[in-house]
Nanobody
Framework: QVQLVESGGGLVQAGGSLRLSCAAS????????MGWYRQAPGKERELVAG???????KYVDSLKGRFTISRDNAKNTVYLQVNSLSPQDTAVYYC???????????????WGQGTQVTVSS
């Protein structure tokens, strides 16, 4: 069973940056595709980015440029660097995992509990 634990969320001022982390356990991390999603208040959960086991990356077009996904296979961890934050980025950010980037960016089987990011104006 895959376990995903996010960290790094918090309260940040507009224009600031955060790096979110997600530590995975339970399956061989190197074989997993990983993803980040977010859910703003009153809105549906949406994909932010995904990264395959081999390092192929997919970003949602509207978020390209400010978000950077990366992974460290030695640490079983995936990261999301978020820059130039605005209040519209306020959301719960979720880590996800599945066998390939196609699945992790559409309907992943494994989810973390989420980490809250709040951006003040």
């Amino acid at each position: 069973q895959v376990q995903l634990v996010e960290s790094g969320g918090g309260l940040v001022q507009a224009g600031g940056s955060l790096r979110l982390s997600c530590a995975a356990s339970g399956l061989t991390f190197n074989y997993l595709a990983m993803g980040w999603y977010r859910q703003a208040p009153g809105k549906e959960r949406e994909l932010v980015a995904g990264i395959s086991s081999g390092g192929t990356i997919k970003y949602v077009d509207s978020l390209k440029g400010r978000f950077t996904i990366s992974r460290d296979n030695a640490k079983n961890t995936v990261y999301l660097q978020v820059n130039s934050l605005s209040p519209q980025d306020t959301a719960v950010y979720y880590c996800a995992a599945d066998r390939n980037i196609g699945r992790v960016t559409t309907s992943p089987n494994y989810w973390g509990q989420g980490t809250q990011v709040t951006v003040s104006s």
